[in-house]
């Protein structure tokens, strides 16, 4: 047993923290909001400059090749500082997904190009269904490819992106394929989510789709997508352990300053025991997560660890920020105050690729066979 | 980082699993019966303990020249967290917690005698801190020790004075400042020979097992029994709380439970055909048990690790305690519930299902938010130590 985190990789959070600080005061996070793509290229250059984009790369595409663990590093810095960063759908869900499961030519082709400052992304989720392996989107075999139809929701950067990652059923065989957002049948309209985002649902129709361009079909494609839920769910774990953390310190010191009935709100239990609720449940958090992710990171069987640490995941998001808001009053609402932008992430990430009901029903069944199995 | 035991420590795991069932014989599980003796005291009991100190388990972690093993606090986490499971009343108190602090603070003659006695599993000691008004409030408390020549005089009361009534000696903090300006450094620690005149216990009878009460008359014992500082208790009292906390919330013990249940609902039969665990409500409390004891078993680790890195962080320490205790209320809520009406059935009466064990945990259950500090001051310590927020008032 051994939790020490490696010096490199206390390195690479650091690094990560400064840039990624220059990028997200106030002023500059509120020219996302909204109507905007949630994306900003300047910092997403500075990342790849740094080499922060390759964390899970090959080093013969450009990347350091420090692995997984090291890159849900990142995305709890960036889930700290709520930059404009779309590391989970590029770096997790769709490079990550090709790193470990698509072709060579692919592999040589796009790693290097996200490594770089590319924008791949993943569509992973559709209406009613968080499970890409079991998709509700058909593809046809076609002369040199297949012809792909359905709909995807809730697409990050689909309108910048070069190529999008997702999973289609032919004929009860699965596929995952890249598709291009500008090909022929795709439509992307926009999505305004809870985080206060733009996001893209995809119409495909009949999308003719290259042979090149398929990354996995049959049971390495079911691996594929099963690696890709279970990694993008811990990385938006570990997004969440940074926001939830940002938003307990952002609690912690302004109830600490604020006064009422002449004295600092936090001297009264009521809320400094709120506060410290929030510590435990984000330390719960924090050991899940770093369990599932290095669990993933040795190529280890993680599916049992990340659906808990997923469960923890909405729990402790509903909680932390429910009691952030509330401890502050109406300022936690006002939209010229940090707090609320973490809060509406936080829910984004509560409510995607699998809530804790949902998740507490499946890990319930799974429990079932396993006794069912041994009585 | 990786979270897993190494193949040594998943074999000190299984030995000490195996070495257990051979601690918890027939006659101790007989014995165990009497509600008196449920936390030890008994004939087998005493047996079965001098056999561990003989067998060499006693004080893993401690020192060489006090004949430990000098293994690392994970190690002791395992061991500590196998003998729970096993359902055996080992004295942790007193060879995790007083021990130690006795070993360093004690008389070279008591400490011969106490530690030496605790290694070979023959002592065990009572904690006598809280009274009747000092409970969460300890540096409030009034028992006075008086300096008369060689001897100290105690005089006072203490409640919930637990397993005093076969305890050898009481662990005892008394008074020997009377100035009330001097809450915290006016307390010295002592020795007291349960043996001694003027002692004495009653019982108190709670939601579960026994506790006592414990009276301290014109109590005279010699100051070679005075451990550590005269005034210099408070330290020797938190330092000892501190090293408890470990093992108040470990995983094992409730990860037995879970299993207990969940075996118990995939055998026997649901009302609506199928087996219990096959209905969706009862599969969500066991993964809701789940999800819990995870995170349970993975900070219990941690914080063996991060002891063997350094001092126990004090604002993870009582996240521990609290997370642990609320959660082990939580898990016996979410498990009873499975078993439905029959889950209230006592030990020993026709019906009981696990032998009535959860039933039991559940109802003493209630001890654990407050016991060993109370998770109040517990969130506290973690507003202040942890987020740096003000003292509340
Ligand atoms: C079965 C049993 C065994 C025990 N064994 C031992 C033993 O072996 N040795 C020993 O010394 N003691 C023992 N205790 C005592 C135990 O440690 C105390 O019960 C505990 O410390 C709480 O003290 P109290 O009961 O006086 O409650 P109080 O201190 O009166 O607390 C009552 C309530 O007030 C709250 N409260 C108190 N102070 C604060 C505060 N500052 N802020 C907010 N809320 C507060 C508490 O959280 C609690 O909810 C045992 C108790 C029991 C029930």
Redesign the interface.
């Known amino acids: ?6 010096e490199e990789l206390a390195s690479v959070q650091q690094l990560a923290q400064q840039i990624l600080n220059d990028f997200s005061d106030v002023e500059q996070l509120k020219a996302f909001d909204g109507e905007h793509v949630r994306f900003d290229s300047k910092l997403w250059e500075a990342l790849a400059e740094a080499g922060l984009l390759g964390l899970d790369i090959p080093e013969p595409q450009g990347g350091t090749d420090l692995g997984f ?1 090291a890159l849900t590093a990142l995305c709890e810095e960036v889930g700290r500082t709520a930059a404009p960063a779309p590391v989970v759908p590029v770096l997790v869900s769709a490079a990550g997904t090709l790193r470990r499961f698509g072709s060579d030519a692919l592999k040589e082709q796009w790693l290097s190009a996200i490594a770089g400052g590319s924008i791949v992304t993943a569509a992973l989720e559709e209406y009613g269904n968080e499970d890409p392996a079991t998709p509700a989107t058909s593809a046809k075999a076609t002369e040199g490819g297949y012809a792909v139809s359905g709909t995807k929701i809730c697409v990050s950067l689909a309108d910048q992106a070069q190529r999008i990652l997702l999973s289609a059923n032919c004929d009860g065989q699965l596929i995952v394929a890249l598709i291009d957002p500008k090909a022929a049948g795709v439509t992307l309209s926009p999505q305004l989510v809870t985080a206060n985002e733009l996001r893209h649902e995809i119409a495909l129709d009949n999308v003719q789709v290259p042979a090149e361009d398929i990354v996995a079909t049959g049971a390495t494609a079911v691996d594929a997508m099963n690696w890709a839920t279970q990694a993008t769910r811990t990385a938006l774990c570990a997004s969440m352990l940074g926001l939830c953390d940002k938003m ?2 952002i609690t ?1 010191s302004y ?2 300053e604020r006064e009422q009935f002449g ?2 709100i ?4 009521s809320v ?2 709120r ?3 929030c ?2 449940d984000i ?2 958090l924090r ?2 997560t ?2 599932a ?2 669990l993933i ?2 190529g280890r069987p993680a599916e049992e ?1 990340v659906t ?1 640490a997923k ?2 995941c909405g729990d402790v998001a509903h909680r932390v920020s429910q009691a952030s808001q509330h401890c502050h009053g109406g300022t936690g609402v006002d939209r010229d105050y940090p707090l609320f932008r973490y809060c509406l992430q936080a829910r984004q990430i509560e409510l995607s690729m699998g809530n804790s009901a949902q998740l ?2 499946q ?3 799974e ?2 066979r ?3 199995a ?2 | ?6 193949a040594a ?1 998943k074999a000190l795991q299984t030995e000490v699993r195996e070495y257990m069932k051979t601690v918890m014989t027939p006659e101790l599980l007989e014995e165990m019966k009497d509600d008196d003796l449920k936390e030890g005291g008994g004939p087998e009991f005493r047996k079965q303990y001098a056999r561990m100190g003989a067998d060499g388990w006693i004080g893993l972690s401690w020192p060489k020249d006090l004949g430990g093993k000098e293994l690392s606090h ?1 190690e002791q986490y395992i061991f500590t967290d196998e003998v729970i499971r096993s359902g055996f009343a080992y004295p942790f108190l007193t060879t995790e917690a007083v021990a130690p602090v006795l070993a360093k603070n004690a008389n070279d003659e008591v400490r011969e005698e106490v530690v030496g006695g605790v290694k070979r599993g023959e002592v065990t000691i009572a904690i006598g801190y809280s009274e009747p008004n000092a409970g969460t409030d300890l540096a409030s408390l009034r028992t006075k020790a008086e300096r008369d020549g060689d001897d100290w005089v105690i005089n006072g009361q203490k409640m919930w004075t637990s397993l005093a009534n076969y305890a050898d000696y009481v662990w005892l903090a008394a008074r020997t400042d009377p100035d009330p300006d001097k809450k915290h450094k006016g307390l010295t620690m002592f020795l007291v020979p349960t043996d001694t005149p003027g002692y004495s216990c009653t019982p108190v009878r709670t939601l579960g097992a026994r506790t006592n009460a414990t009276y301290y008359e014109d109590v005279r014992i010699s100051d070679k029994y005075r451990v550590g500082e005269i005034n210099g208790g408070w330290k020797l009292i938190t330092s000892q709380l501190n090293v408890e906390r470990l093992s108040l919330f470990t995983h094992g013990q409730v990860h037995s439970l879970y299993e207990s249940v ?2 118990w ?3 026997t039969k649901a009302p609506s055909g199928g ?1 219990v ?2 209905q ?1 409500w ?7 048990v ?2 819990g004891l ?2 349970l078993k ?2 219990c ?2 914080q063996a ?2 002891m063997d890195q350094g001092p126990l962080d004090m ?2 320490a009582s ?1 521990a305690k ?2 642990g205790s609320e959660f082990f209320v939580e898990l016996y809520r979410l498990l009873l519930e499975c078993m439905g009406g029959a889950g209230s059935i006592a030990a020993h009466s026709p019906g009981a299902i696990l032998q009535g064990k959860l039933e039991f945990r559940w109802r003493v259950g209630s001890i654990l938010t407050f016991g060993g500090g109370t998770n ?1 001051v ?3 310590i ?2 202040m130590a ?8």
């Not at chain 1, 936090?266 to 239990?269: E, I, L, R, S």
Request: glycine share 4%; net charge negative.
């Open positions: 047993m051994d939790f020490t985190i490696a663990f307990m310190r912690g109830t600490s004295r600092a936090a001297t009264f239990q400094s025991h506060v410290a609720d510590y435990i330390e719960c050991l899940v770093q369990q992710a290095s990171d040795q660890a808990i469960i923890w507490t029903g890990l319930g069944e429990i079932a396993e006794f069912l041994a009585s | 980082m990786n979270i897993e035991l190494t420590q994970i969940a075996e609902a995939a055998e087996k665990i096959e969706s009862v599969q969500h409390n066991l993964a809701r789940k999800v995870e995170a993975i900070m680790w941690n690790w991060m604002a993870k996240t609290v997370y109040e517990q969130r506290d973690i507003a942890g987020l740096w927020m003000p003292r509340t008032r």
